[in-house]
């Protein structure tokens, strides 16, 4: 595990008591954070040279959770280590950094995957296996609400905050570059490969890049929008993120309704159908945001065994990124944008 921040409470549930994989080392820039991940972690070395784990013969796997500006470098280097990687999303600062991450793990024979968790979330999950079966016909649009509040949830230290706000830096804001980025790829997921995206993005106190509104149309005319607030007086009943996040899928035969993933705002089954007139809910489903992240990163695992292709793929985690920077570009200019446009 090189990074060791606060995201890194929901990484490690995956490896706890789980026979496939074992935790080995923790690598952290402070001495003291690697020490205290490696007591409650219970991991045999730490480190806060992410250089030691690369040279580690022991080592197959690395998750680098880093700040996004290091993923480029840290990569390159785990890659040419014959380390298989996970990386925190967002992939990469720019899409030339993305397509060297491909080609330098494409060259190396590793595997390589990007951590997307919600679409491990088992109601995204569910929704999409209703969407499968035809449940709701044709999908025909796509909304996805995005709340986030002053208060609520858990503590997150302020140096965490801050650093995401440093767009220059850091590649974009903290809404539509770095959560925003888990939204883009639900929207791909459902809706398939982006063809067209317009954007309007605002700012919050001058640093937080919303309220916004991502509207796009997708290559099978699927067209879909993602709006998007920062309300400061706003407490979000959450275990994680203070962040409401929902769903509304929209069909030729039936709408889908997805109510929760890190928050929950409505006392409602987090998957509801309504077709032919009739509402279905499913109450029985895991809900914990947590099991997104286990899902995920135990799935890699699998693929690692198994010699199979991971999701999100270095090639589809791009697309994710073109999608993203295609709606900051249409917001600054003003005008419809491609993903396909975005190859810098």
Request: aromatic share 10%; net charge negative.
């Amino acid at each position: 595990m090189i990074g060791a921040g606060r995201i890194t409470d929901l990484h490690y549930p995956a490896y706890k008591d789980f026979p496939k994989a074992e935790l080995v080392t923790v690598c952290a820039s402070s001495a003291e954070t690697a020490k205290k991940r490696q007591q409650e972690w219970q991991t045999r070395k730490w480190t806060t040279d992410y250089r030691d784990v690369l040279r580690d013969p022991e080592i197959d796997m690395v998750e680098i959770n880093t700040p996004h500006h290091l993923h480029y470098p840290m990569v390159l280097e785990a890659a040419a280590a014959g380390k298989h990687i996970q990386l925190q999303k967002p992939m990469g600062m720019t899409i030339k950094e993305c397509r060297e991450m491909i080609a330098a793990t494409r060259r190396a024979g590793v595997k390589f995957k990007v951590i997307e968790n919600f679409v491990f979330y088992p109601p995204y999950r569910k929704a999409k296996e209703l969407i499968d079966a035809g449940e709701i016909g044709a999908v025909q649009s796509i909304r996805i609400r995005l709340g986030a509040g002053g208060t609520g949830g858990w503590y997150v230290p302020l140096n965490t905050w801050l650093w995401r706000l440093a767009e220059v830096d850091k590649g974009g804001g903290p809404t539509i570059f770095d959560d925003g980025y888990h939204k883009f790829s639900i929207g791909a997921y459902y809706g398939g490969p982006v063809e067209k995206v317009f954007a309007w993005i605002d700012r919050s106190f001058g640093l937080i890049d919303s309220p916004a509104v991502v509207s796009w149309r997708s290559a099978s005319g699927i067209v879909g929008c993602i709006d998007a607030t920062f309300s400061p007086n706003l407490n979000v009943k959450s275990k994680y993120y203070s962040a409401d996040e929902r769903v509304e899928i929209s069909g030729t035969r039936g709408v889908i309704w997805i109510t929760r993933c890190t928050g929950q705002l409505l006392d409602e089954a987090s998957v509801i159908l309504y077709r032919d007139g009739e509402k279905i809910c499913f109450e029985r489903l895991r809900t914990d945001w947590l099991e997104s992240f286990i899902d995920s990163t135990r799935h890699f695992i699998d693929c690692i065994l198994d010699d199979t292709e991971p999701f999100l793929t270095g090639e589809q985690a791009m697309a994710v990124q073109q999608f993203c920077f295609a709606a900051i570009r249409s917001a600054k200019e003003g005008r419809e944008v491609s993903p396909s446009e975005i190859e810098a």
